[in-house]
T-cell receptor, first 109, second 110 residues
Framework: TQLLEQSPQFLSIQEGENLTVYCNSS?????LQWYRQEPGEGPVLLVTVVTGGEVKKLKRLTFQFGDARKDSSLHITAAQPGDTGLYLCAGGSGNQFYFGTGTSLTVIP | DVKVTQSSRYLVKRTGEKVFLECVQDMDHENMFWYRQDPGLGLRLIYFSYDVKMKEKGDIPEGYSVSREKKERFSLILESASTNQTSMYLC?????????FGSGTRLTVV
């Protein structure tokens, strides 16, 4: 059973454009994480959000946790080729997390 | 720099072989996990461990076993490799708040 749905599945944009990817679930999570994975490598943690409505910024990346703690979004401003990768969300509680299938982002120079 | 190290980046094994995938972390983390990653299916949890000599089944444990004799080492064992176990295998360790993943082992079973 896939607890977390990510959309879109694939996204290809030009350098400099803005984009938003989404992570949705019917389950409530105590925290939610976002990871970026480059080809041939393991995922790397970008951020953890724990409070409903929480917004965190990491340079050009803005992460938001939904008020009901069931969904999250990642917004990238002025995308760069270095942002290319697979973006994964993971929701859970305590020490165990469930992963979405990811959004594969390609930023074209 | 903290690290999770997986012993092999690429492996090719024959059907029926017993396969060992090794994972070592240097962060003194209690929790360690094994996932497999397949296109369209995302990361699926195979086994996890919260302490030495402790193991718990994840969502897809069939055909796998694990060993955690020391805190820093978590091994995944494919008892008799099959072609449907061809996949990317990811090891991770954690304390509360996030996983640190290894670089993965791409296993091909022929």
């Amino acid at each position: 059973t896939q607890l977390l749905e990510q959309s879109p599945q694939f996204l290809s944009i030009q350098e400099g454009e803005n984009l938003t990817v989404y992570c949705n679930s019917s389950s409530v999570f105590s925290s939610l994480q976002w990871y970026r994975q480059e080809p041939g490598e393991g995922p790397v943690l970008l951020v953890t959000v724990v409070t409903g409505g929480e917004v965190k910024k990491l340079k050009r990346l803005t992460f938001q946790f939904g008020d009901a703690r069931k969904d999250s979004s990642l917004h990238i401003t002025a995308a760069q080729p270095g942002d290319t990768g697979l973006y994964l969300c993971a929701g859970g509680s305590g020490n165990q997390f469930y992963f979405g299938t990811g959004t594969s982002l390609t930023v074209i120079p | 720099d903290v690290k999770v190290t997986q012993s092999s980046r690429y492996l090719v094994k024959r059907t029926g072989e017993k396969v060992f995938l090794e994972c070592v972390q240097d962060m003194d983390h209690e929790n360690m996990f094994w996932y497999r990653q397949d296109p369209g299916l995302g990361l699926r949890l195979i086994y996890f461990s919260y302490d030495v000599k402790m193991k718990e089944k994840g969502d897809i444990p069939e055909g796998y076993s694990v060993s955690r004799e020391k805190k820093e080492r978590f091994s995944l064992i494919l008892e008799s490799a099959s072609t449907n176990q061809t996949s990317m295998y990811l090891c991770a360790s954690s304390v509360w708040g996030g996983y640190t993943f290894g670089s993965g082992t791409r296993l091909t079973v022929v």
